[in-house]
């Protein structure tokens, strides 16, 4: 499973690159702290909504959740669902 760190996201997210960041938390974890302009599906809900990631199948997407478990979870599911551009955020929302 492919990974970015949290320094090489914040480089690329500083130069204005389009990427698209999904939280795969839940609610409550989100508002605490949160990426700006990330898509919130939590991993449990993300079966019966894959559908709202089908315009991005193409683009690459980040996933992240607290420490990297949860995120590593929904990368397996969306690689088994066509998805081949995902990245990891290694050591989630701590190391960020």
């Known amino acids: 499973m492919d990974e970015i760190s949290t320094l090489e996201l914040k480089e690329r997210l ?26 919130l599906i939590p991993l449990n809900e993300l079966p019966d909504r894959l559908d709202e990631l089908e315009n991005y199948k193409g683009r690459e997407i980040i996933v992240y959740c607290r420490s990297g478990n949860r995120s590593g979870q929904a990368i397996q599911f969306l690689e088994a669902s066509g998805y081949t551009k995902l990245k990891n955020l290694k050591g989630g929302m701590l190391a960020w």
Not at 28 to 33: F, L, N, V
């Open 14 to 39: 500083a130069t204005g690159e389009d990427i698209i960041l999904l939280d795969v938390r839940q609610p409550e974890e989100h508002e605490e702290k949160n990426i700006a302009h990330s898509l």
